[in-house]
């Protein structure tokens, strides 16, 4: 029989093993915290464990986590991490400094269920849902790089894939990245989860009491039935702010709205016009995205000098509005990049403790 992987356990389950091994039940709260607090990958190390108990557990189970990953360094700080999967299949997370912030973005499918036109996720269709051990460990595997001092403070889930048409495994990951008593502790209010706006499923969201944001896009049917076909004839633009509009949103709390802004393909007047009425009666905030180009992609980014009238726009009409810093271009480490792999790695090495530190390349080819 191949040994159990405990960190592929929901606690509950966890629980009923420990049942099984007629052990007392704070037995599973103390391995808990041995695996998302103390984070160790060895159950010799269990030392609150009797010797006996660590030996009879370590001859049944094991302590799974993501192999080493890729680095690659952008020129701005940003990091991509390329983790190999057990099955051999390859996600990618994303590690953001930003001032104060350090955030990482996580994946959540291996390619992605939909099919957005200008996102290089999309174009490589689903491989697989990631469990909530793999979503979980790509923030196990980032902090393991980093130095003691340098914590991750923020989480994104805006990596690979559509996180709502993995819901079950995001809520269940979400669910020990939060769990004060023995899991990561992170608060609810910094995590965020983007949705391309699978409206039936915000009300899970709500739920999860994470952030939620809405990648928006476009502002007719017909232009969104171009961009993000297969969402957006299930849940038209009607049906998604219907359902952003019942969201729940606690008190100071607001949603995102992202808006991928598209040279020639929405970035006009009449959009951002259209767009303040789409919004109007929402607690929100605007994010626009310059369109990250990646090769063999037709569209384009509009120049900044569009942008930024998009922008003033939106702000007249009291929209409060930001253009995302596009960080990791120069990596694909950017919005709608992740998914191919360049042919560089990059050497492990923990970065400094505020400035990032350049790392050297190799080139293997
Ligand atoms: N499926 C989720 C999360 C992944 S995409 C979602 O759609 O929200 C994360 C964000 O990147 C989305 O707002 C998406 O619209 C945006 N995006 C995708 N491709 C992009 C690209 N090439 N350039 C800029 N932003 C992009």
Redesign the pocket.
């Known amino acids: 029989m191949s040994p159990i992987d405990l960190i592929a356990l929901s606690a509950d389950e966890l629980a009923a093993r420990v049942r099984d091994w007629d052990w007392p039940r704070y037995r599973a709260r103390q391995i808990l915290r041995w695996l998302y607090q103390a984070r160790i990958t060895d159950i010799a190390a269990m030392t609150d464990l009797s010797h006996a108990d660590r030996t009879r557990l370590a001859a049944e189970a094991r302590i799974g986590s993501l192999a080493q990953s890729e680095v690659l360094a952008s020129e701005d700080g940003t990091r991509k991490f390329i983790f190999p999967l057990e099955d051999g299949k390859r996600i990618e997370s994303v590690l953001i400094p930003d001032e104060d912030r350090l955030t990482l973005c996580l994946s959540?499918q291996v390619g992605?269920t939909?099919d957005?036109t200008?996102?290089?996720?999309?174009q490589m269709g689903l491989q697989r849902n990631l469990k909530a051990h793999e979503i979980v460990g790509q923030v196990l595997a980032a902090q393991r790089l980093l130095p003691e001092d340098r914590p991750i403070t923020n989480l994104v889930?805006?990596?690979?894939?559509?996180?709502?048409?993995n819901a079950a495994a995001v809520e269940e990951a979400i669910r020990r990245l939060t769990n004060q008593t023995w899991g990561l502790c992170f608060s609810p209010r910094r995590i965020t989860l983007?949705?391309?706006?699978l409206s039936s499923r915000l009300k899970q969201v709500a739920r999860m009491g994470v952030n939620l944001?809405?990648?928006l896009?476009a502002t007719t049917n017909e232009q969104r039935n171009r961009l993000?076909p297969a969402?957006n004839k299930v849940y038209p633009l009607e049906t998604l702010l219907a359902a952003c509009r019942a969201f729940p949103l606690k008190p100071r709390r607001r949603l995102t709205f992202?808006?991928?802004?598209l040279a020639g393909a929405n970035d006009t007047e009449q959009d951002a016009a259209r767009l303040v009425k789409l919004m109007r009666g929402l607690r929100c905030k605007i994010?626009l995205?310059?369109?990250?180009?990646?090769p063999g992609?037709p569209?384009r980014?509009p120049s900044d000098e569009r942008v930024l009238r998009f922008q003033a726009i939106l702000i007249q009409h009291g929209l409060e509005t930001y253009i995302?810093k596009?960080k990791g271009r120069d990596i694909l480490g950017?919005?709608?990049?992740l998914g191919t792999l360049p042919d560089v790695s990059v050497l492990v090495r923990p970065p400094g403790p505020h400035s990032p530190q350049p790392i050297p390349i190799h080139s293997h080819a």
Do not use: D, K, W
């Open positions: 959540t992605c939909l957005c200008f996102c290089l996720t999309g889930l805006m990596g690979m894939g559509e996180p709502l048409a983007s949705t391309a706006g944001a809405v990648s896009n993000m969402v992202e808006y991928v802004l994010n995205i310059p369109f990250n180009e990646f992609n569209h980014r995302r596009s950017a919005c709608g990049q």
